[in-house]
């Protein structure tokens, strides 16, 4: 999958490819058994391409369900905990969202796991709780890390979605003009 991000970001992107890769117990009920999920994360941030792809068992997940949750969950999160922490919103700024963030990732996440919840008989999302608390909270740890450790990069995408953000609000309030008009 890291070979998939890179093809797709080509060569000025944001950010160098990360990859991360886990493998948690867990159980979507305290009344269930436990089962293994095997995560592996391929992700980068460009400002020309905007991707997001989910597997899970081999098979894409085309409306996502846990690990789409789990990835604006943890990327709103942390994405705006750096903003807030570093002093990057303006006086009275709203906060960002997952459109801001989605415009600028690139994100292929494949994922095992020997028991699967599927939302419906097309099989094009999961609904395990324990895959999404997993993934979420693997992803807001290494996010953490990634950012502390690479300063450049977290500036560089922290700036990105900022004027994703801004350009976004933008729109919008021109749009309500128009409208008003």
């Given amino acids: 999958i890291v070979d998939h991000v890179k093809e797709l970001i080509g060569e000025d992107a944001i950010s160098q490819v990360q990859s991360w890769q886990t493998e948690k117990m867990v159980r979507d009920r305290d009344d269930k058994p436990e089962y293994k999920v095997k995560i592996n994360i391929a992700m980068a941030f460009s400002n ?3 991707t997001s792809e989910y597997y899970h068992n081999s098979s894409w997940l ?9 990835v604006k969950n943890a990327f ?18 709203s906060k960002i969202n997952f459109d801001d963030v989605k415009d600028c990732l690139v994100i292929v ?19 395990n709780k324990g895959i999404q608390d997993a993934m ?16 450049l990069d977290a500036e560089k995408i922290a700036a990105q979605v900022l004027i ?18």
């Fill in 48 to 50: 020309k391409v905007s």
């Fill in 62 to 70: 085309e409306y996502g369900g846990a690990p789409e949750k789990a």
């Fill in 76 to 93: 709103v999160y942390q994405i705006d905990s750096y903003l807030k922490q570093n002093g990057k919103y303006t006086k009275n700024e």
């Fill in 109 to 127: 996440i494949s994922s095992f796991s020997s028991v699967t919840s599927y939302e419906n008989q097309t099989k094009k999302a999961i609904t």
């Fill in 136 to 151: 979420t909270e693997y992803l807001r740890h290494q996010l953490e890390v990634y950012f502390i450790e690479n300063r």
């Fill in 164 to 181: 994703n953000k801004r350009s976004r609000e933008s729109t919008e309030k021109t749009r309500l003009n128009i409208k008003k008009t």
